[in-house]
């Protein structure tokens, strides 16, 4: 089983070698791999049993270091990121060539957030990486809101849960991207849909679908 604690230092070196560990976050726990490393996110896919089209979020720690990750910020997006970040909204974006293909399942755009977790934020900032983390349970099944439940679901397969109790908000990230200037809600989750409207206008939100997609969290089921 997986040895569970709040050792931010023991997380972060089994990151950097190239292991996975559960981390939690304020929207469920995350399964988390360097975001750089093509053989550590691998290792996500086969633990989760995950399908290779269905694309990772990937987390940082703060809007510059997802200023990395991404080719540009448009206008809309970093009024939503300034408004809601750290939180449970995850933005779609043109990735820059450093995140592999394996990350985002072959498409240009990539998903990122900045979560708002205590511990999680200060792993993230002590990170020479990113880290891509979708939820910490087999594909398909409940996702976790407590270390316990990763330990139930996928702690024979991960060396370390890193325990930051309840994950309060308990549903997964908004993700929300633009297309020809406009701005589609392409998950629902933690964060209401009129409250972004409040900030950039009338969206449109795209249904989940039983194949391929444009973004994390389309499938029914992840």
């Known amino acids: 089983m997986a040895d569970i604690g709040k050792d931010i230092a023991k997380a972060k070196r089994l990151l950097e070698a190239g292991e996975l560990v559960a981390i939690p976050t304020e929207t469920v726990y995350g399964l988390a791999a360097n975001a750089l490393d093509e053989d550590a996110v691998a290792k996500i896919f086969e633990v989760k049993d995950r399908p290779g089209f269905d694309p990772l979020i990937v987390h940082a720690g703060t809007v510059t270091q997802i200023s990395g990750i991404v080719e540009d910020i448009p206008g ?14 995850t933005l779609l974006m043109k990735k820059k060539p450093l995140i592999p293909y394996l990350v985002t399942s072959g498409l240009e755009n990539v998903a990122v957030r900045v979560p708002d977790h205590p511990m999680t934020g200060e792993l993230l900032r002590i990170l020479d990486f990113p880290l891509a983390a979708p939820s ?16 139930d679901q996928l702690g024979e397969k991960i060396p370390y849960i890193l325990d930051g109790g309840h994950s309060e908000v308990g549903l997964e990230s908004t993700i929300v991207g633009m297309d020809a200037g406009r701005v589609f809600v392409f998950r629902l989750g933690g964060t209401e849909v009129s409250a972004i409207e409040d900030i950039v206008g009338v969206v449109t939100v795209m249904p989940q679908s039983s194949s391929n997609h444009k973004s994390p969290g389309m499938l029914k089921s992840h």
Do not use: C, D, M, R
């Not at 809309?76 to 909204?89: I, Q, R, T, V």
């Not at 910490?136 to 330990?151: D, K, M, R, W």
């Open 76 to 89: 809309p997006l970093l009024k939503l990121a300034e408004k809601f970040w750290p939180g449970p909204l």
């Open 136 to 151: 910490a349970n087999p594909f398909g099944y409940i996702s976790p809101t407590l270390a316990e439940h990763v330990q």
